[in-house]
Nanobody, 123 residues
Framework: QVRLVESGGGLVQAGGSLRLSCAAS????????MGWFRQAPGKEREFVAA????????SYADTVKGRFTISRDNAKNTVYLQMNSLKPEDTAVYYC????????????????WGQGTQVTVSS
């Protein structure tokens, strides 16, 4: 069983930055691809970014490409999401997720989920 714990969320003004962290335990971290998703009030949970087991391959939603960066430190069992140039529409609960398979962009591809961390961007 994998346990994922997100941190780093908060309130930030538009144009600001935040870095989210997700600490994993319970499995060999480097065997799982990792992803970040987000869910705004009244909306479906959507894909944000994903990284392969080594972190050498990444994927981003078009809405965050060029502003967000996913990275991972397998020695620390942690995946990060650096978020720059934040916009009010980035406001959501952000979830990290782990998958036994190759990294993907679909919710059903992920086996484990964290509890989420709130990001609020004020205009």
């Amino acid at each position: 069983q994998v346990r994922l714990v997100e941190s780093g969320g908060g309130l930030v003004q538009a144009g600001g930055s935040l870095r989210l962290s997700c600490a994993a335990s319970g499995r060999t971290f480097s065997t799982d691809a990792m992803g970040w998703f987000r869910q705004a009030p009244g909306k479906e949970r959507e894909f944000v970014a994903a990284a392969s087991r080594s972190g050498g391959s990444t994927s981003y939603a078009d809405t965050v490409k060029g502003r967000f960066t996913i990275s991972r430190d397998n020695a620390k069992n942690t995946v990060y999401l650096q978020m720059n140039s934040l916009k009010p529409e980035d406001t959501a609960v952000y979830y990290c997720a782990a998958t036994h398979g190759p990294y993907g962009t679909l919710r059903y591809e992920y086996n484990y989920w964290g509890q989420g961390t709130q990001v609020t961007v004020s205009s």
